[in-house]
């Protein structure tokens, strides 16, 4: 009895995670595509992306955690962070830890933003793009042997809202107004030579 | 000794994304082009947790709120 | 007056000074005390790059802070386009220039000497270039040129840094000024090429010889460039206070009948010609009346030359001149200069100089440099001092003469 619960937690906590976690990619492009209306301030957004993603993480944690402790996987703790470490399908469920792992680097430095500076920051934030599409595809390979048909049919919604959201920010290009001026101008003041 | 705060803005980082001056209204509105212009003298304390907000809010970490001590003469 | 002391020696149309000679003229160096920095301080000699600080006070300042690998930046670049002074002295007094960045290296302990020359200003990198392989080898070994690009704001000190530590310059948000973090993160000393000749001078003759020049008040000497409808335009030695009446008679006299006059170049201000003749050429005494003396240009517009149109050429160039790096400059003074373009084009309107007061006050102290104050600074003078021109200017096609 149990166990079909813990399996069932696990299974349900994973959909809610991807649908949470797909929905702070679809808030982090409207974000840089500086969205906003009457109704929907700037910080809206950035608020919503922030805490729908610390949300996520709690689902993520009860995904790992009752996965984890289900006697039927005898996975114990370590695969939850080392890839590739369980005997239990080991290629999708490491997948699934390559995304954690991405995730949580992602969230920690976030989090202390303001002492590591913007740039760090940045530059580890893009690991995002990484993190989606490998979960993802963890959820598609370790769903259990039928594929289910609502699961199915959550995760390609999902996709298909990430991938509009990525093909408008493709297709609209940078709305930072100075930037083409700024690369210019670099352009014309750079030194040329040195004696 | 007393103190006060000022909003404190690095303007080559500032992209002109204007959350601030969603967040902190009583104190930053924007020009014509979308960058921030910050009202003249001490950040109110009553305001602090707002502009601390204000801070954590902004996209490139431009805004900063500093505690200084209290100026004796204007500045400028 | 007509003592020439930093442009003294041999016809300055006979190019470069040699060591030898300027060695025989002047005397070697005398080694470098301890006390220098107190002699620049009596001497009351400010910096010539345009913010006038007391040489004195920013040696001391980056000597406290170095801990013997600071940075001397001689700088050359000279960004303001009617600016001639700095090219000359390099053209004609390189030693002058090197002895001073030599003496500042001891004074604020540093170990390297960079100097900016602007890349299009090819007799000066010639002759300084020449001039630095002339050097003793203690000297000639820390010291290199580096090309300045040809932009306004390549000349500022933190771009000034930028330039020697990235290889673009462009201003970077001050604090941390270059006195404290510049070069290499190490303490640098940024000064202009004028301001290191007198320097040179001050170290052999003493503070007491500096101010026996000097009029109304003011102490020693200086250079400036005056241009416009005057019969000799160039670069002058004048003594510190005189009046830009008695400048103008040595540059042979106005052509024309005046209607203005531009004081301290486009980082200046115009005033009325009925206004300025009496002013001062002095750093201290402009700044006592809210001007600048800048970099020492001094422009002469005559009555016949329309202030709206020419205002209007300066604040394209200052826009364009933006380096596009905070959107209050770069948005604010394109804006600034379509509303001058519209007004010097179409003739006057209510709305567009109503759009002139309001987006000067809104854009100064919003750029992490200083370029976009002095851009409204200059502005807000042309308003004040062609108000009339302004109000009434008629439609015409920007056809007037320079």
Same mark, same amino acid.
């Given at each position: 009895?149990?166990?079909?619960?813990?399996?069932?937690?696990?299974?349900?906590?994973?959909?809610?995670?991807?649908?949470?976690?797909?929905?702070?990619?679809?808030?982090?492009?409207?974000?840089?595509?500086?969205?906003?209306?009457?109704?929907?301030?700037?910080?809206?957004?950035?608020?919503?992306?922030?805490?729908?993603?610390?949300?996520?993480?709690?689902?993520?944690?009860?995904?790992?955690?009752?996965?984890?402790?289900?006697?039927?996987?005898?996975?114990?703790?370590?695969?939850?962070?080392?890839?590739?470490?369980? /005997?239990?399908?080991?290629?999708?469920?490491?997948?699934?830890?390559?995304?954690?792992?991405?995730?949580?680097?992602?969230?920690?430095?976030?989090?202390?933003?303001? /002492?590591?500076?913007?740039?760090?920051?940045?530059?580890?934030?893009?690991?995002? /793009?990484?993190?989606?599409?490998?979960?993802?595809?963890?959820?598609?390979?370790?769903?259990?042997?039928?594929?289910?048909?609502?699961?199915?049919?959550?995760?390609?919604?999902?996709?298909?809202?990430?991938?509009?959201?990525?093909? /408008?920010?493709?297709?609209?290009?940078?709305?930072?107004?100075?930037?083409?001026?700024?690369?210019?101008?670099?352009?014309?003041?750079?030194?040329?030579?040195?004696? | 000794?007393?103190?006060?705060?000022?909003?404190?803005?690095?303007?080559?980082?500032?992209?002109?994304?204007?959350?601030?001056?969603?967040?902190?209204?009583?104190?930053?509105?924007?020009?014509?082009?979308?960058?921030?212009?910050?009202?003249?003298?001490?950040?109110?304390?009553?305001?602090?947790?707002?502009?601390?907000?204000?801070?954590?809010?902004?996209?490139?970490?431009?805004?900063?709120?500093?505690?200084?001590?209290?100026?004796?003469?204007?500045?400028? | 007056?007509?003592?020439?002391?930093?442009?003294?020696?041999?016809?300055?149309?006979?190019?470069?000074?040699?060591?030898?000679?300027?060695?025989?003229?002047?005397?070697?160096?005398?080694?470098?005390?301890?006390?220098?920095?107190?002699?620049?301080?009596?001497?009351?000699?400010?910096?010539?790059?345009?913010?006038?600080?007391?040489?004195?006070?920013?040696?001391?300042?980056?000597?406290?802070?170095?801990?013997?690998?600071?940075?001397?930046?001689?700088?050359?670049?000279?960004?303001?386009?009617?600016?001639?002074?700095?090219?000359?002295?390099?053209?004609?007094?390189?030693?002058?220039?090197?002895?001073?960045?030599?003496?500042? !290296?001891?004074?604020?302990?540093?170990?390297?000497?960079?100097?900016?020359?602007?890349?299009?200003?090819?007799?000066?990198?010639?002759?300084?270039?020449?001039?630095?392989?002339?050097?003793?080898?203690?000297?000639?070994?820390?010291?290199?040129?580096?090309?300045?690009?040809?932009?306004?704001?390549?000349?500022?000190?933190?771009?000034?840094?930028?330039?020697?530590?990235?290889?673009?310059?462009?201003?970077?948000?001050?604090?941390?000024?270059?006195?404290?973090?510049?070069?290499?993160?190490?303490?640098?000393?940024?000064?202009?090429?004028?301001?290191?000749?007198?320097?040179?001078?001050?170290?052999?003759?003493?503070?007491?010889?500096?101010?026996?020049?000097?009029?109304?008040?003011?102490?020693?000497?200086?250079?400036? !460039?005056?241009?416009?409808?005057?019969?000799?335009?160039?670069?002058?030695?004048?003594?510190?206070?005189?009046?830009?009446?008695?400048?103008?008679?040595?540059?042979?006299? !106005? !052509?024309?009948?005046?209607?203005?006059?531009?004081?301290?170049?486009?980082?200046?201000?115009?005033?009325?010609?009925?206004?300025?003749?009496?002013?001062?050429?002095?750093?201290?005494?402009?700044?006592?009346?809210?001007?600048?003396?800048?970099?020492?240009?001094?422009?002469?517009?005559?009555?016949?030359?329309?202030?709206?149109?020419?205002?209007?050429?300066?604040?394209?160039?200052?826009?364009?001149?933006?380096?596009?790096?905070?959107?209050?400059?770069?948005?604010?003074?394109?804006?600034?200069?379509?509303?001058?373009?519209?007004?010097?084009?179409?003739?006057?309107?209510?709305?567009?100089?109503?759009?002139?007061?309001?987006?000067?006050?809104?854009?100064?102290?919003?750029?992490?440099?200083?370029?976009?104050?002095?851009?409204?600074?200059?502005?807000?003078?042309?308003?004040?001092?062609?108000?009339?021109?302004?109000?009434?200017?008629?439609?015409?096609?920007?056809?007037?003469?320079?």
């Amino acid at each position: 009895m149990t166990d079909t619960v813990l399996w069932y937690t696990t299974r349900g906590a994973g959909a809610v995670s991807l649908v949470l976690l797909s929905a702070v990619v679809v808030l982090g492009v409207l974000s840089t595509l500086r969205f906003q209306s009457a109704s929907w301030p700037r910080f809206l957004t950035t608020g919503l992306h922030r805490n729908v993603a610390l949300i996520a993480v709690v689902f993520l944690a009860l995904h790992i955690v009752t996965a984890v402790v289900d006697p039927f996987t005898h996975l114990g703790w370590l695969p939850a962070v080392i890839p590739f470490s369980s /005997y239990y399908r080991t290629l999708w469920l490491g997948l699934g830890t390559v995304a954690f792992d991405l995730l949580i680097a992602v969230v920690v430095t976030s989090l202390v933003r303001g /002492y590591i500076g913007h740039t760090i920051w940045r530059t580890i934030h893009w690991l995002a /793009y990484g993190s989606w599409p490998i979960a993802v595809i963890h959820g598609l390979g370790t769903g259990t042997d039928a594929f289910s048909a609502w699961l199915l049919a959550l995760t390609v919604m999902c996709v298909v809202a990430v991938a509009i959201s990525i093909a /408008y920010r493709l297709w609209a290009g940078s709305p930072d107004p100075l930037a083409s001026a700024r690369g210019a101008f670099r352009s014309a003041a750079e030194r040329r030579e040195e004696r | 000794m007393k103190t006060e705060l000022h909003i404190v803005i690095d303007r080559i980082k500032c992209d002109g994304h204007g959350l601030c001056a969603e967040l902190l209204p009583e104190l930053i509105r924007l020009d014509d082009w979308g960058y921030p212009i910050v009202a003249p003298g001490p950040v109110p304390e009553a305001l602090l947790p707002l502009a601390q907000r204000a801070v954590q809010a902004c996209p490139v970490l431009a805004l900063a709120v500093t505690r200084t001590e209290r100026q004796r003469k204007h500045s400028g | 007056m007509s003592e020439l002391r930093v442009l003294a020696g041999r016809d300055l149309m006979a190019g470069p000074e040699s060591l030898a000679d300027h060695v025989r003229r002047l005397g070697p160096l005398p080694p470098s005390g301890h006390g220098l920095v107190e002699t620049l301080d009596r001497s009351g000699v400010v910096g010539r790059g345009g913010a006038a600080f007391p040489l004195g006070a920013k040696w001391r300042s980056v000597a406290a802070k170095s801990r013997g690998s600071a940075v001397v930046i001689v700088n050359g670049a000279e960004g303001e386009p009617q600016s001639r002074k700095d090219r000359l002295l390099m053209t004609t007094r390189p030693h002058l220039i090197f002895d001073g960045a030599f003496l500042a !290296t001891r004074a604020v302990h540093a170990n390297q000497v960079v100097v900016l020359i602007g890349e299009e200003h090819e007799a000066a990198r010639a002759a300084m270039a020449r001039a630095l392989g002339d050097r003793p080898e203690p000297e000639a070994r820390i010291a290199r040129i580096v090309s300045a690009p040809n932009r306004y704001v390549a000349g500022s000190s933190s771009a000034a840094v930028h330039l020697v530590n990235t290889g673009i310059g462009t201003p970077t948000t001050t604090p941390p000024h270059p006195h404290e973090r510049g070069v290499g993160g190490t303490p640098t000393l940024v000064q202009n090429v004028e301001s290191l000749a007198h320097v040179a001078l001050i170290a052999r003759h003493g503070d007491a010889w500096y101010r026996s020049a000097g009029r109304r008040g003011a102490s020693g000497t200086l250079l400036i !460039t005056i241009a416009g409808a005057v019969a000799g335009p160039g670069v002058l030695e004048i003594e510190a206070g005189t009046t830009v009446a008695e400048a103008v008679a040595l540059a042979g006299g !106005t !052509t024309e009948p005046t209607g203005a006059v531009l004081i301290g170049g486009y980082f200046g201000a115009w005033v009325d010609a009925a206004d300025a003749w009496d002013l001062p050429l002095d750093a201290a005494a402009l700044r006592a009346r809210g001007l600048s003396l800048g970099c020492g240009v001094v422009g002469v517009l005559p009555k016949s030359s329309c202030g709206v149109c020419a205002t209007a050429r300066v604040m394209r160039f200052l826009a364009t001149e933006s380096s596009a790096q905070c959107g209050p400059c770069f948005f604010g003074l394109r804006a600034l200069a379509d509303a001058c373009d519209r007004l010097a084009e179409r003739g006057t309107n209510p709305d567009d100089i109503e759009r002139l007061q309001r987006w000067s006050t809104e854009v100064r102290g919003r750029g992490a440099c200083h370029h976009p104050d002095g851009a409204v600074m200059f502005l807000q003078s042309a308003l004040k001092t062609f108000s009339a021109a302004f109000a009434s200017h008629p439609a015409h096609w920007r056809r007037q003469p320079a």
